[in-house]
């Protein structure tokens, strides 16, 4: 700290004398209006073969920014029996394609000076690439060979199936991933797609014909987008990625669209499911049920209510549990927002000791943002901080890219980011309350506790939040 104060007094004294006390401000800065996002409009084309093209002209830099997204290749499209194919499928991707092996990718990637990376999600399966404006004809041929002409070479499929168990076995003693999969298992079951979860057996019938049925099934010019963003010229561009990807067909069946979602199980009470983790150093906590989809009419309104909740550093969960009562590093919630109903999910790592003191605090949070009304101050923190962070959310090619990839996987027009300021500012108190006592349930909730059972369970049953049961770490692991 003297070496910093001193600094700045020598830069002071270069530029004209020390600086005095005065000089520095006393009051932090006024926040203002979020300013007007007015992001240049798209221009879409399409190819022969189905495929969507979006060009997004942003020329500050000689760079393009590109995402080519296929909705329909996530883990809610994948068979029941082999969880975490799709993630295994796109993770084959740059493993060797159009010929080339891995270790050519990636040299020929080096050479151009480009980043490429695959893998997917719970909708859609993504490639990303990030290249200089005069090696972007080149890269994006890679780019097409990997995401339409993937070799899946044996040894490496092997080398990553034995990797991806080699994970799980280590899961078996990690706190968080038991927590998050007995979460998605209790709350949604092993019918629905948002309930399966990896599993040693599963992965071991991850083989190459597999995963060459996948993507002969999923990845498909009709069901993808590839968005460009950056120096892009469409007229010059076109010719370029009808060259790369004019030679991609569909193959396997004809409409393999995205597949059809069960409904999402309800939850007649809340329970609290204690797994036991001996010698563990803290519990961890998950609370939540399902939530509402991305369509939902109600998205400005819920994402404005859990940022109050628990979406920001500052949120109540956060405060009370890590800012007034240091029982944890921190806390938060979330609605996944999918295609289905994802799930609504609060969550903490919190002191063992605390374990039940913790789950009232939670339980307290959950109902008090349901009941208690919201002082004009906090609403307009929150709205303030919700609009205010959207430009960040867009600041480079790459964040715009990743943006409208999401707006394709859920059917989203790019003018969504017209009005973003206004209907975040345009949420009320009432908004806020309708939709927190709508969508979070505290009454009918699964609640997963992970930590020593001995040290924790007479307090977490004393703590009355629901009735106990026990379960085992292999139920959810394994």
Do not use: C
Not at 12 to 34: I, K, N, S, V, W
Not at 380 to 394: C, E, M, S
């Amino acid at each position: 700290m003297k070496r910093t104060l001193l600094s700045i007094a020598a830069g002071a004294a270069l530029l004209g004398g020390p600086a005095a006390a005065q000089d520095f401000p006393t009051t932090p800065p006024r926040a203002t209006g979020a300013p007007r996002v007015d992001l240049p409009e798209p221009v879409r084309m399409r190819l022969p073969n189905g495929l969507t093209v979006m060009y997004v002209q942003q020329r500050e830099l000689p760079v393009v920014s590109a995402v080519l997204v296929t909705r329909g290749a996530g883990s809610a499209d994948e068979p029941a029996q082999v969880p975490g194919l799709a993630s295994f499928t796109a993770s084959m991707l740059d493993e060797g394609a159009g010929g080339r092996d891995a270790l050519a990718l990636a040299s020929a990637l080096d050479l151009l000076g480009a980043s490429l990376s695959t893998g997917s999600g719970t909708d859609a399966a993504q490639a990303n690439l990030y290249v200089l404006r005069q090696n972007f004809p080149a890269a994006l041929r890679i780019m097409a060979d990997v995401v339409t002409r993937p070799d899946f070479p044996e040894r490496e499929v092997n080398r990553l199936r034995d990797e991806r168990l080699t994970a799980l076995a280590r899961a078996r003693d990690e706190a968080t991933t038991i927590a998050n999969n007995a979460f998605a298992s209790l709350v949604y079951g092993a019918q629905h797609p948002y309930g399966r979860v990896p599993t040693a057996e599963g992965t071991r019938a991850l083989d190459r014909g597999r995963v060459q049925g996948f993507h002969a099934a999923r990845y498909r010019p009709e069901s993808s987008t590839l968005i460009l963003v950056g120096d892009v010229d469409p007229a010059a561009m076109q010719p370029m990625v009808a060259e790369a990807f004019g030679a991609w067909r569909a193959q396997g069946p004809a409409a393999a669209g995205p597949a059809e979602l069960p409904q999402a199980p309800s939850i007649g009470r809340t329970v609290v499911y204690l797994i036991d983790k001996p010698g563990a150093a803290q519990s961890e906590i998950r609370i939540g049920h399902p939530g509402v989809p991305r369509s939902s009419p109600d998205f400005f309104p819920v994402m404005v209510m859990n940022t109050m909740l628990g979406g920001t550093f500052t949120s109540r969960l956060n405060t009370n549990l890590r800012e007034t009562h240091g029982w944890a590093y921190g806390a938060s919630s979330n609605f996944a927002m999918l295609r289905g109903a994802g799930p609504f999910t609060a969550r903490a790592g919190v002191q063992t000791n605390a374990t039940d003191s913790a789950l009232v605090e939670f339980f307290r949070e959950l109902n008090r943002i349901r009941t208690e009304a919201v002082t004009p101050t906090e609403l307009d923190k929150i709205k303030n901080f919700v609009a205010l962070r959207l430009p960040g959310q867009l600041e480079t090619t790459s964040d715009i890219a990743g943006q409208l990839a999401a707006l394709e996987t859920y059917g989203l027009d790019a003018s969504y980011f017209d009005d973003y300021v206004q209907r975040v500012m345009a949420v009320t108190a009432d908004d806020l309350r309708r939709v927190a006592s709508e969508y979070i349930r505290p009454d009918r909730a699964v609640v997963v506790v992970v930590g020593d059972r001995q040290v924790v369970e007479a307090a977490v049953r004393a703590a009355n939040v629901g009735p106990v049961e026990i379960r085992e770490v292999t139920e959810f692991v394994r």
